[in-house]
């Protein structure tokens, strides 16, 4: 297997089965570049800000890993996602409806950790599932 792709899988594994948010400074480089759905940032202290708030809107959300393309130093992963908003998340209290929604994910690696990384997910549909739009 691939490097970059077991790396890449390993870091998924650990963040959306394990919730172990912790292994962030593992798998990326300090100011690695952040394109997230909900905004574009930089460095492992962000990054760990918005899984976090992921994690605690929805505790049980359960990512299904489709399809990975793999050239080079980058990974691109297709993906859906299933869950309960339990929690606070984009400023909407718990609604504890169930969402389902889908997405792509490019890693691009330097040295053994990740370095940008693209999230496409469609909030606004997301959003609508929570009631709000």
């Known amino acids: 297997m691939n ?3 077991q ?4 870091y998924q594994q650990s963040i959306w089965d394990s919730k172990d948010i912790s292994v962030i400074e593992k798998y990326f480089h300090d100011d690695a570049i952040i394109h997230s759905p909900v905004k574009k940032t930089k460095g492992v202290g962000e990054l ?6 992921w ?3 929805f505790p049980n ?3 299904y890993w489709d399809d990975y393309i793999v050239e080079n130093n980058k ?5 859906h996602a299933k869950g309960c908003h339990k929690g606070s998340f ?11 929604y889908s ?5 691009q690696l330097k040295d053994t950790k990740i370095i940008e990384y693209w999230a496409f997910v469609d909030m606004e549909h997301i959003k609508s599932q929570l009631g709000a739009s």
């Not at 790396?7 to 390993?10: A, E, G, L």
């Not at 760990?48 to 708030?53: H, P």
């Not at 984009?90 to 389902?100: A, K």
């Open 48 to 53: 760990k800000k918005i899984i976090k708030n």
């Open 103 to 107: 997405g792509v994910t490019i890693y």
């Open 61 to 63: 959300l359960k990512v």
């Open 7 to 10: 790396i890449v899988k390993n």
């Open 55 to 57: 994690h605690i809107g």
């Open 75 to 79: 990974v691109a992963a297709r993906w």
């Open 3 to 5: 490097s970059a792709l």
């Open 90 to 100: 984009l400023d909407l209290p718990p609604t504890t409806n169930n969402i389902s």
